[in-house]
């Protein structure tokens, strides 16, 4: 069992940067696959961005260059730096800790870009 809580989310202006962070517990979070995903209203969930044990990323296309993810396994928390932001960027942002087909959820964290 895992337990997430992410946190860093808000209002921001277009080109504006934040950094979302996603703190785990109840496991051992360096064997897990962390991803974070977003959702708006109406609309899937979609993966943004994912990092596995061995550090290796992938990103979606609409982010790649602008966002970063990272986790530091000795704090057991995964990061994603945001960095020129777009309205298009607004979303529920979801953190997610998977093992095989074990998969965990935050409660989510709203990011919000708009002047």
């Known amino acids: 069992q895992v337990q997430l809580v992410e946190s860093g989310g808000g209002l921001v202006q277009p080109g504006g940067s934040l950094r979302l962070s996603c703190a785990a517990s109840?496991?051992?979070?360096?064997?897990?696959?962390m991803g974070w995903y977003r959702q708006v209203p109406g609309k899937q969930r979609e993966l943004v961005a994912a990092?596995?044990?061995?550090?290796?990323?992938n990103y979606a296309d609409s982010v790649k260059g602008r966002f970063t993810i990272s986790r530091d396994n000795a704090k057991s928390t995964v990061y994603l730096q945001m960095k020129s932001l777009s309205p298009e960027d607004t979303a529920v942002y979801y953190c997610?800790?998977?093992?095989?087909?074990?998969?965990?959820w935050g409660p989510g964290t709203q990011v919000t870009v708009s002047s």
């Open positions: 990092i596995r044990v061995s550090g290796s990323t």
């Open positions: 997610n800790a998977q093992l095989g087909a074990l998969g965990y």
């Open positions: 109840g496991s051992i979070f360096s064997i897990y696959v």
